[in-house]
């Protein structure tokens, strides 16, 4: 026999009991019953930080585990893209770098023909 199924049967046993208990027992079980729920501790709702952690304890951490791998995938996608601007913008300090080290003006650099004669004069 499993564990459901003791269960069952012990469920079963219980009403068949409680069919046969008379009317004055049944009268003081269900006032000691009442008794036990007015005296039974209510958990009151209080706030914390503005009513946001109760909101959190009661919606968030049901579902914790939707809820942590959902921002473990919004922080990569954040870390991702934060990088990958650092990365673009150290590339155009590069080239800035580059470019103002170099001894030719500026002007050298929007002239058409330049990228030829650089490649043609390049020691390759």
């Known amino acids: 026999m499993n564990e459901r199924e003791l269960q069952i049967r012990i469920r079963q046993h219980l009403n068949m009991s409680a069919r046969d208990i008379s009317l004055p027992v049944a009268n003081r079980l269900a006032e000691a019953r009442q008794k036990a729920l ?18 959190v304890a009661d919606h968030i951490l049901p579902d914790g585990r939707t809820a942590v791998a959902m921002l473990a995938v919004l922080l990569l996608a954040l870390a991702s893209g934060f990088l990958g601007e650092l990365q673009h913008v150290a590339d155009l300090e590069e080239v800035d770098s580059a470019l103002l080290a170099d001894d030719l003006p500026i002007d ?9 004669w650089v490649q043609n004069e390049s020691p390759d």
């Open 38 to 55: 007015s005296r039974q501790k209510v958990r009151a709702r209080r706030l914390s930080l503005a009513g946001l952690g109760q909101s």
């Open 108 to 116: 050298a650099y929007l002239d058409r023909g330049f990228d030829a």
